[in-house]
T-cell receptor
């Protein structure tokens, strides 16, 4: 069964360092997303991406964050200068279409990348 | 703004029914979802309901929607140890944005 894969599964970094989290969405999917979950808190929407551009982003997704689809398969999240509060589990997701699960809008999630900022 | 609230923990005995509750705020949400996360895995879609329905049944799962109170619940009948997981309620805001709750950690006691 096709799946979304994420690397690394866990990354530890020093405050101020740049981090790139990688995702390989399901191959025929067109919409890509990043979510994060700080320990004990809600799964928060960061950004959605379609047709090589950001469709929507949240207030969390400020100038230190960027996303890219550098080739036909990878979807990356870059954090330029990490802060302690960026420590979280970051989930990548993809879908064939937005919104309605019955019409292919189901989100398929990866297992997550745990980021620890020291 | 949009918000989804869930209790954090639920513990039930094997064979009993589990009821996981959720409240949401966006009355324009067209679809409401339940996702399940097993240990070490990503979130997987469990079931969903359209906002014009008040109940949906799918084998052991029953979803109830009270639009007036913006309350969604997931009932799992005959809960099994394999049902132990984190269950996330989500609403869709706009076209692209899923709003999730904290997740409810269900523990099934043998």
């Amino acid at each position: 069964e096709p799946e979304v894969t994420q690397t690394p599964s866990h990354q530890v970094t020093q405050m101020g360092q740049e981090v790139i989290l990688r995702c390989v969405p399901i191959s025929n999917h067109l919409y890509f997303y990043w979510y994060r979950q700080i320990l004990g808190q809600k799964v928060e929407f960061l950004v959605s991406f379609y047709n090589n551009e950001i469709s929507e982003k949240s207030e969390i997704f400020d100038d230190q964050f960027s996303v890219e689809r550098p080739d036909g398969s990878n979807f990356t999240l870059k954090i330029r200068s990490t802060k302690l509060e960026d420590s979280a589990m970051y989930f990548c997701a993809s879908s064939f279409s937005p919104g309605l699960a019955a019409l292919g809008g189901e989100l398929f999630f990866g297992e997550g990348s745990r980021l620890t900022v020291l | 703004g949009e918000d989804v609230e869930q209790s954090l923990f639920l513990s039930v005995r094997e064979g009993d029914s589990s009821v996981i509750n959720c409240t949401y705020t966006d009355s324009s949400s067209t679809y409401l979802y339940w996702y399940k996360q097993e240990p070490g895995a990503g979130l997987q879609l469990l079931t969903y309901i359209f906002s014009n329905m008040d109940m949906k049944q799918d084998q052991r799962l029953t979803v109830l929607l009270n639009k007036k109170d913006k309350h969604l619940s997931l009932r799992i009948a005959d809960t099994q140890t394999g049902d132990s997981a984190i269950y996330f309620c989500a609403e869709v805001s706009g076209t692209y944005k899923y709003i999730f709750g904290t997740g409810t950690r269900l523990k099934v006691l043998a």
